[in-house]
C-alpha cells in the first residue's frame, strides 16, 4: 500500500543510498582513486548509507528515535562531501562534475534537516509517519 509514510520512507533510503556516487566505485573513468582521501570518503559514505538505512527502518517500525538517525545520517553525509571533495579534484575528477555531486547531496541533507527541524514540517512528518 503506498501511504505518504511509505513513500518517505522509500525517499528517505533512495536520499541514504545515494551517498554511493561519492564512491571511488562511481568515479569517472581514469579519476586516480589511490588516495587516502578516497578511503576516507568510501568509510564515511558507506557509514551514511547504513545510518540512513537505519533510520528508514526505524520509520517503518514507528520507533521515535528515525528522526535522530536520519539527522545524524544526512550531518555524517555533509562530512562525507570534505574528504570526496579533495578525493576526486585531486584524482583528475571535473570540478563540475565534483560540484553536481556535492550540491545534489547538500540539497538533500537541507531537505531532511527543513522536514524534520522546521516544527510545522516536523510536525506534519510526525503525523504522517506515527499517526
Known sequence: ???????GGIALLM???????ITPTFATRGVNTSSIWWNITM?????TVLGFLVATWGL???WSW?????????????????PFWF??????????T???NVFV???????????????????WVDQQVMG
Open 1 to 7: 500500500m503506498f501511504t505518504l509514510r511509505t513513500m
Open 66 to 82: 528515525w528522526e535522530y538517525a536520519a539527522l545524524a545520517s544526512a550531518a555524517l553525509g555533509l562530512v562525507a562531501l570534505v
Open 87 to 96: 578525493a576526486a579534484i585531486g584524482g583528475g575528477e571535473t570540478v563540475g
Open 98 to 100: 565534483t560540484a553536481w
Open 60 to 62: 517503518f517500525a514507528r
Open 15 to 21: 536520499a541514504g543510498s545515494s551517498w554511493l556516487w
Open 105 to 123: 547531496h547538500v540539497l538533500m541533507v537541507a531537505g531532511v534537516a527543513a522536514l524534520l527541524l522546521v516544527p510545522p514540517l516536523e510536525r
Open 43 to 47: 568509510v564515511l559514505a558507506l557509514l
